[in-house]
């Protein structure tokens, strides 16, 4: 059964600053994916990494995947009050309908 | 297109009671999903249909909930008899076969009494 573990659970940043998210999972997987959700609103796609050593940027955040060690990280850089989110990733397998499976959320808080 | 249409988006109902909510995908997305999220958790998986077949069923999903999908269209999730443990947010999803982009609705927040 494939499980998704984030950490930290919680991040409080100062504005200005670089943080990184970590995201493991337990069994392969062909996709992983990062939401950002705002408090009461659904889900917004952030990014899809669909190989190993996939790289994307969007801004300030940068995702990749590494699957040898079933790892996918979140970077922010030079983090602002308007990230303050909390940020899912999840992963999925083709052999199981391509649903996704969740981690717990990583809840991003953005002091000045 | 608007995007993944939910309705109601808030429901309050007294324990016992049943309780069904819409979703409208995008119209393309041959594939449609729901999945329940509770406070502080992320979602987690109910239900899938490709078309109109229902493929897959979460062990979440007790013999109170059915949802339906006719014609491969608009989908619907009933719960029958609900009880306090329900009270969640409940997403639905579409994607289209050929990509692998997932886009949810806004969700239908129920709280049971």
């Known amino acids: 059964e494939l499980k998704v573990e984030q950490n930290p659970l919680f991040l409080s940043m100062q504005e200005g600053k670089n943080y990184t998210i970590y995201c493991n999972y337990s069994?392969?997987?062909?996709?992983l994916y990062w939401y950002r959700q705002d408090p009461g609103k659904s889900l917004e796609s952030l990014f899809v990494?669909?190989?190993?050593?996939a790289v994307k940027q969007e801004g300030r955040l940068m995702a990749s995947l590494d699957t040898k060690a079933r790892l996918s990280t979140l970077h922010i850089t030079a983090a602002v009050h308007d990230l303050s989110a909390t940020y899912f990733c999840?992963?999925?397998?083709?052999?199981?309908?391509?649903?996704?499976?969740f981690g717990t959320g990583t809840r991003l808080q953005v002091t000045l | 297109d608007t995007g993944v249409s939910q309705n109601p988006r808030h429901k309050i109902t007294k324990r016992g009671q049943n309780v069904t909510f819409r979703c409208d995908p995008i119209?393309?997305?041959?594939?449609l999903y729901w999945y329940r999220q509770t406070l502080g958790q992320g979602p987690e998986f109910l239900t899938y249909?490709?078309?109109?077949?229902?493929?897959?069923k979460s062990r979440l999903l007790s013999d109170r909930f059915s949802a339906e999908r006719p014609k491969g269209s608009f989908s619907t999730l009933e719960i029958q008899r609900t009880e306090q443990g329900d009270s969640a947010m409940y997403l639905c999803?579409?994607?289209?076969?050929?990509?692998?982009?997932?886009?949810f609705g806004s969700g239908t927040r129920l709280t049971v009494v």
């Open positions: 999803a579409s994607s289209p076969s050929s990509t692998y982009g997932y886009t």
């Open positions: 069994t392969t997987s062909d996709r």
């Open positions: 990494l669909l190989s190993n050593g």
């Open positions: 999840a992963a999925s397998n083709t052999g199981t309908a391509s649903k996704l499976t």
């Open positions: 119209s393309e997305h041959n594939r």
């Open positions: 249909f490709q078309n109109e077949a229902q493929l897959e």
